[in-house]
């Protein structure tokens, strides 16, 4: 019986479907662990063999983790919202809802190929009123909630207005955006709309104007990473900075929290500096510098309150309220051209472009609070509105960014101050007219002569007591913009009244996606809800226009997994009390900031509430890399229609051209597949190789359909079968590196499946499996396996698992193995990895239940000792021969067999034996003289 994969896969694919074979309840006899993949956005394109290796890496997990005794749960869903289903939309005028649906069933149909073990009764759809219910739910909870940062948790605000009424802002003090003052009296005497507003300033979430990426030509904010070089990544259209009113999280209040709960969790040390950097803590002052002839006062933040004594100029962000307020009037129109310009340049890009320094003086000068000297005051878009307080403090000494933009416009960077035992940054970038350090210090006063710790508290406890400024800490972490002048999101609960926000009624959700006749702003430049007829409550009042971004819906998905048919709650209380958390979640180190940082944030929330039990929702988390392309070339000679194989080419004068690898098998090309490849290559002439072959040539790059280097994973499984390129993707290497798709080893793979089914089928005498007992040799080879195996899982080295497994049929089958007590254990190791074929095996045994379910072996020690161990025997240092002992022989036994070895007597004849030095275990050295 030969190893038909194609028939096999669709055998127990049907199966487990139809028997609800991966199905999960609470069950509290059982250990629960959960393992997560991050959500995928469901593409046009499909999946493409890249995409598949953290799901079958988890998926390798989970089914370990069962087969361990865990209840687990394994879920799925699809992250639907986004930017490309409404583009799309807009091209053709047929709904999101529809080409999101159409590709959800594409990425059904090529995750069940793969013969995943997920539960598909959890599927979720971010699209979906049912799901995005508890989105809008969840934002109403935010709306009516503040930050209390002497609770140090999230708090209703009726506590907050209640505290209003009766002290005002008196004892508070909470995470705002501006810091308010008034009494009770003024509170209990303002109108609605004022209090409302006022409130704005407490809530987490909350609207006001602030700074954003926006894209005239998509009608759309839109989020860092959906711009690069001032364009937007879909379409390539122009992105522009500008203040706009949008919704917000206060993201911000939780910042130490989010640090502090780093310590908690099982992150790399890599993830978590990414976070640590992200979050930007920072301890330091705020002090203020007056500019001279005004009433304007620049506030500023800096870690290293002792380098103020060497301020050489001041520096304002392009978007700084205060630009307008000191730019002098002959200055007036060179500024206004500069903030025209950098509204073109995204915050990313301004942060990275050291070298691109520019800038433009303002006409003003402040005066330097410590020293009295007045320095000028420039505007710069390396200086952000949203980080500190949109104003710094240049000191080029200590800086690089300032030293760069102090060289770029030829201003002072003399003025240094160097504490004892520290040296100022940049020095290797000063010219000659610099003559010596020493000589360019400052009269720095109290601090001279003290090392950089003390100085910082001595300057710090001067500016405090001097009332100059206060000593704080500052978070680089800011508020996240959450509106989207888009149709394809969820819908805001939001109604408006006076022109003030409130939230609808939770018994009114979901609050749906009204039709719209287009999918674009109006001719008015509202956002696309704005076409939509009647969006307003019943008793009249206009809906919000905006809708919510993508990370919206996928902040808490992981929740909702644990409850998802449950429409009274987010998540029930047995289920979230079962659950917990995440045990291990996978996924792509690009989210390293923004989904990780909003789904901790989200969470924290909801645990600050007590709507879940976990403060932080992710235990342990791996980052998969990426499966890079393997690109293939034919060489076309230059003005003809003619290619050379690779190994002729230096003979010839050629363009390379990338060619599909689809057409291409082991760098040999399908000449007859090119020609009907292209129209334009029809008609084309080949020069070959000995042998008649056309070789291609080959380089790694990202996989990209512009590049013909995308693989689709369809392909793979109709010509080897999934099990074959689960294992193989597991093959590539360690699974945190990146690595490149090599289809040229994938027969290897395969080869090993059928050599492994063949030890438990015959091709003509059917099964081979008997019931005699193992020797023991087999039963070493067996448990060196299931302890190599298990131990690489739970490391998830799977790619060490994969040649675990090679070794171990290959010498089973050198052994002749045939024996059930070898072959089922064997079977269960397989099946995490190759799940179809080693069901199919299970059940050719004998078996009635799914092998999901049979014990993972044990490995047991006596099995995994040598009885003997090889010694190489060397004389002065140099091996002469080989010497095996029992395992447990002792130091002098070894010692006289090996001097009585007869490959002894030529090394000691006529010598002296001086000194026999014996590594138990490992060699033998004898000292002759």
């Given at each position: 019986?030969?190893?038909?994969?194609?028939?096999?896969?669709?055998?127990?694919?049907?199966?487990?479907?139809?028997?609800?074979?991966?199905?999960?309840?609470?069950?509290?006899?059982?250990?629960?662990?959960?393992?997560?993949?991050?959500?995928?956005?469901?593409?046009?394109?499909?999946?493409?063999?890249?995409?598949?290796?953290?799901?079958?890496?988890?998926?390798?997990?989970?089914?370990?983790?069962?087969?361990?005794?865990?209840?687990?749960?394994?879920?799925?869903?699809?992250?639907?919202?986004?930017?490309?289903?409404?583009?799309?939309?807009?091209?053709?005028?047929?709904?999101?809802?529809?080409?999101?649906?159409?590709?959800?069933?594409?990425?059904?149909?090529?995750?069940?190929?793969?013969?995943?073990?997920?539960?598909?009764?959890?599927?979720?759809?971010?699209?979906?009123?049912?799901?995005?219910?508890?989105?809008?739910?969840?934002?109403?909870?935010?709306?009516?909630?503040?930050?209390?940062?002497?609770?140090?948790?999230?708090?209703?605000?009726?506590?907050?207005?209640?505290?209003?009424?009766?002290?005002?802002?008196?004892?508070?003090?909470?995470?705002?955006?501006?810091?308010?003052?008034?009494?009770?009296?003024?509170?209990?005497?303002?109108?609605?709309?004022?209090?409302?507003?006022?409130?704005?300033?407490?809530?987490?979430?909350?609207?006001?104007?602030?700074?954003?990426?926006?894209?005239?030509?998509?009608?759309?904010?839109?989020?860092?990473?959906?711009?690069?070089?001032?364009?937007?990544?879909?379409?390539?259209?122009?992105?522009?900075?500008?203040?706009?009113?949008?919704?917000?999280?206060?993201?911000?209040?939780?910042?130490?929290?989010?640090?502090?709960?780093?310590?908690?969790?099982?992150?790399?040390?890599?993830?978590?500096?990414?976070?640590?950097?992200?979050?930007?803590?920072?301890?330091?002052?705020?002090?203020?510098?007056?500019?001279?002839?005004?009433?304007?006062?620049?506030?500023?933040?800096?870690?290293?309150?002792?380098?103020?004594?060497?301020?050489?100029?001041?520096?304002?962000?392009?978007?700084?309220?205060?630009?307008?307020?000191?730019?002098?009037?002959?200055?007036?129109?060179?500024?206004?051209?500069?903030?025209?310009?950098?509204?073109?340049?995204?915050?990313?890009?301004?942060?990275?472009?050291?070298?691109?320094?520019?800038?433009?003086?303002?006409?003003?000068?402040?005066?330097?609070?410590?020293?009295?000297?007045?320095?000028?005051?420039?505007?710069?878009?390396?200086?952000?509105?949203?980080?500190?307080?949109?104003?710094?403090?240049?000191?080029?000494?200590?800086?690089?960014?300032?030293?760069?933009f102090a060289r770029t416009f030829d201003l002072p960077v003399t003025q240094v101050v160097v504490p004892h035992g520290e040296e100022p940054a940049d020095t290797d970038?000063?010219?000659?007219?610099?003559?010596?350090?020493?000589?360019?210090?400052?009269?720095?006063?109290?601090?001279?002569?003290?090392?950089?710790?003390?100085?910082?508290?001595?300057?710090?406890?001067?500016?405090?007591?001097?009332?100059?400024?206060?000593?704080?800490?500052?978070?680089?972490?800011?508020?996240?913009?959450?509106?989207?002048?888009?149709?394809?999101?969820?819908?805001?609960?939001?109604?408006?009244?006076?022109?003030?926000?409130?939230?609808?009624?939770?018994?009114?959700?979901?609050?749906?996606?009204?039709?719209?006749?287009?999918?674009?702003?109006?001719?008015?430049?509202?956002?696309?809800?704005?076409?939509?007829?009647?969006?307003?409550?019943?008793?009249?009042?206009?809906?919000?226009?905006?809708?919510?971004?993508?990370?919206?819906?996928?902040?808490?998905?992981?929740?909702?997994?644990?409850?998802?048919?449950?429409?009274?709650?987010?998540?029930?209380?047995?289920?979230?009390?079962?659950?917990?958390?995440?045990?291990?979640?996978?996924?792509?180190?690009?989210?390293?900031?923004?989904?990780?940082?909003?789904?901790?944030?989200?969470?924290?929330?909801?645990?600050?509430?007590?709507?879940?039990?976990?403060?932080?929702?992710?235990?342990?988390?791996?980052?998969?890399?990426?499966?890079?392309?393997?690109?293939?070339?034919?060489?076309?000679?230059?003005?003809?229609?003619?290619?050379?194989?690779?190994?002729?080419?230096?003979?010839?004068?050629?363009?390379?051209?990338?060619?599909?690898?689809?057409?291409?098998?082991?760098?040999?090309?399908?000449?007859?597949?090119?020609?009907?490849?292209?129209?334009?290559?029809?008609?084309?002439?080949?020069?070959?190789?000995?042998?008649?072959?056309?070789?291609?040539?080959?380089?790694?790059?990202?996989?990209?359909?512009?590049?013909?280097?995308?693989?689709?994973?369809?392909?793979?499984?109709?010509?080897?079968?999934?099990?074959?390129?689960?294992?193989?993707?597991?093959?590539?290497?360690?699974?945190?590196?990146?690595?490149?798709?090599?289809?040229?080893?994938?027969?290897?793979?395969?080869?090993?499946?059928?050599?492994?089914?063949?030890?438990?089928?015959?091709?003509?005498?059917?099964?081979?499996?008997?019931?005699?007992?193992?020797?023991?040799?087999?039963?070493?080879?067996?448990?060196?396996?299931?302890?190599?195996?298990?131990?690489?899982?739970?490391?998830?080295?799977?790619?060490?698992?994969?040649?675990?497994?090679?070794?171990?049929?290959?010498?089973?089958?050198?052994?002749?193995?045939?024996?059930?007590?070898?072959?089922?254990?064997?079977?269960?190791?397989?099946?995490?990895?190759?799940?179809?074929?080693?069901?199919?095996?299970?059940?050719?045994?004998?078996?009635?239940?799914?092998?999901?379910?049979?014990?993972?072996?044990?490995?047991?020690?006596?099995?995994?000792?040598?009885?003997?161990?090889?010694?190489?025997?060397?004389?002065?240092?140099?091996?002469?021969?080989?010497?095996?002992?029992?395992?447990?022989?002792?130091?002098?036994?070894?010692?006289?067999?090996?001097?009585?070895?007869?490959?002894?007597?030529?090394?000691?004849?006529?010598?002296?034996?001086?000194?026999?030095?014996?590594?138990?275990?490992?060699?033998?050295?004898?000292?002759?003289?």
């Amino acid at each position: 019986m030969e190893y038909n994969f194609k028939e096999i896969e669709k055998k127990w694919q049907k199966h487990w479907k139809d028997q609800k074979t991966y199905q999960v309840d609470v069950d509290k006899e059982k250990p629960k662990y959960y393992v997560l993949d991050m959500f995928p956005y469901p593409s046009g394109a499909g999946l493409h063999v890249g995409h598949p290796l953290g799901y079958i890496a988890s998926d390798i997990f989970s089914r370990f983790k069962r087969l361990n005794g865990f209840n687990v749960l394994h879920p799925m869903g699809y992250d639907a919202y986004g930017l490309p289903a409404e583009q799309y939309a807009i091209q053709t005028g047929q709904h999101p809802a529809i080409t999101t649906e159409k590709n959800i069933k594409r990425y059904r149909e090529q995750l069940d190929k793969i013969g995943f073990s997920y539960d598909w009764n959890r599927e979720v759809k971010t699209c979906d009123p049912e799901y995005y219910k508890w989105t809008q739910w969840a934002f109403i909870q935010m709306f009516h909630h503040y930050y209390d940062n002497k609770a140090e948790k999230a708090l209703p605000v009726n506590d907050l207005i209640d505290h209003f009424k009766a002290k005002g802002t008196k004892d508070i003090d909470a995470a705002c955006s501006d810091e308010l003052s008034f009494t009770a009296d003024e509170w209990n005497g303002k109108t609605e709309k004022e209090q409302q507003e006022i409130l704005l300033n407490y809530r987490i979430a909350y609207l006001a104007d602030t700074m954003v990426n926006w894209c005239p030509e998509l009608g759309t904010v839109l989020a860092n990473d959906e711009v690069k070089e001032g364009v937007s990544l879909r379409g390539g259209h122009p992105v522009e900075q500008k203040v706009m009113r949008q919704w917000s999280l206060r993201v911000s209040a939780y910042a130490e929290r989010l640090l502090i709960g780093l310590d908690n969790i099982d992150w790399s040390d890599s993830l978590k500096e990414i976070q640590k950097n992200w979050i930007g803590r920072s301890e330091g002052a705020e002090m203020i510098f007056p500019v001279k002839n005004s009433d304007v006062e620049m506030k500023i933040f800096t870690t290293r309150a002792d380098t103020v004594f060497g301020v050489t100029f001041m520096v304002l962000a392009p978007e700084s309220e205060l630009v307008n307020q000191v730019v002098h009037s002959d200055h007036k129109k060179e500024v206004e051209q500069y903030i025209a310009d950098a509204k073109k340049r995204t915050e990313r890009e301004r942060m990275s472009e050291v070298k691109k320094m520019t800038g433009v003086f303002t006409g003003a000068y402040a005066v330097n609070p410590l020293t009295n000297e007045e320095v000028p005051v420039w505007v710069s878009d390396y200086v952000l509105a949203g980080y500190g307080t949109g104003a710094i403090m240049a000191v080029p000494a200590h800086d690089s960014r300032d030293f760069a933009f102090a060289r770029t416009f030829d201003l002072p960077v003399t003025q240094v101050v160097v504490p004892h035992g520290e040296e100022p940054a940049d020095t290797d970038q000063w010219d000659d007219s610099i003559d010596s350090k020493e000589g360019y210090m400052v009269n720095s006063g109290f601090i001279n002569g003290l090392d950089v710790p003390e100085a910082i508290h001595k300057t710090k406890e001067y500016i405090r007591k001097k009332g100059i400024g206060e000593v704080n800490v500052n978070y680089r972490l800011r508020d996240a913009i959450f509106s989207r002048q888009r149709y394809w999101g969820e819908p805001f609960p939001v109604y408006y009244k006076d022109d003030m926000p409130y939230t609808l009624d939770v018994s009114n959700l979901p609050l749906e996606l009204p039709e719209v006749d287009k999918y674009l702003p109006t001719e008015q430049g509202e956002p696309p809800l704005g076409r939509a007829k009647n969006w307003k409550t019943e008793e009249g009042y206009p809906l919000e226009l905006n809708t919510m971004p993508g990370f919206a819906g996928s902040s808490a998905y992981y929740l909702r997994y644990m409850d998802p048919h449950n429409n009274k709650q987010l998540v029930s209380q047995e289920a979230n009390e079962y659950w917990k958390d995440v045990d291990l979640y996978i996924g792509g180190t690009e989210h390293a900031t923004g989904h990780l940082i909003y789904s901790r944030f989200w969470n924290k929330f909801l645990y600050d509430i007590g709507e879940v039990c976990q403060s932080e929702p992710f235990r342990k988390l791996v980052n998969q890399g990426m499966i890079q392309g393997r690109s293939n070339f034919v060489y076309r000679l230059k003005g003809t229609n003619k290619f050379v194989s690779y190994n002729l080419k230096k003979d010839y004068d050629t363009t390379p051209i990338h060619v599909d690898v689809n057409i291409v098998q082991n760098d040999i090309l399908d000449i007859e597949a090119f020609k009907n490849w292209n129209p334009e290559y029809k008609d084309a002439e080949f020069i070959l190789e000995d042998g008649g072959k056309y070789v291609c040539g080959w380089a790694v790059e990202k996989m990209s359909k512009s590049m013909f280097n995308v693989v689709n994973p369809d392909d793979i499984i109709e010509q080897y079968g999934a099990d074959t390129l689960r294992l193989y993707e597991m093959f590539l290497g360690p699974l945190e590196q990146s690595k490149p798709w090599d289809t040229n080893g994938i027969d290897g793979v395969h080869k090993f499946l059928r050599k492994a089914w063949r030890l438990f089928i015959d091709r003509d005498n059917g099964i081979l499996v008997t019931d005699k007992e193992p020797s023991k040799d087999e039963l070493k080879v067996l448990h060196r396996a299931i302890a190599k195996i298990s131990d690489d899982i739970e490391r998830f080295s799977f790619n060490t698992c994969v040649s675990a497994f090679m070794i171990c049929v290959n010498e089973l089958n050198d052994l002749k193995c045939h024996k059930r007590s070898i072959l089922e254990p064997l079977a269960i190791l397989l099946s995490p990895f190759a799940p179809h074929m080693a069901e199919e095996l299970w059940h050719m045994l004998g078996h009635k239940t799914s092998i999901v379910d049979a014990p993972w072996p044990k490995a047991e020690d006596k099995y995994l000792k040598d009885d003997s161990v090889v010694y190489p025997v060397s004389f002065n240092g140099k091996m002469r021969f080989k010497l095996e002992m029992p395992a447990d022989a002792g130091k002098e036994e070894i010692e006289k067999a090996a001097l009585a070895h007869e490959g002894a007597a030529k090394w000691t004849e006529g010598k002296t034996v001086r000194k026999v030095i014996v590594v138990p275990g490992k060699i033998v050295n004898i000292v002759v003289g």
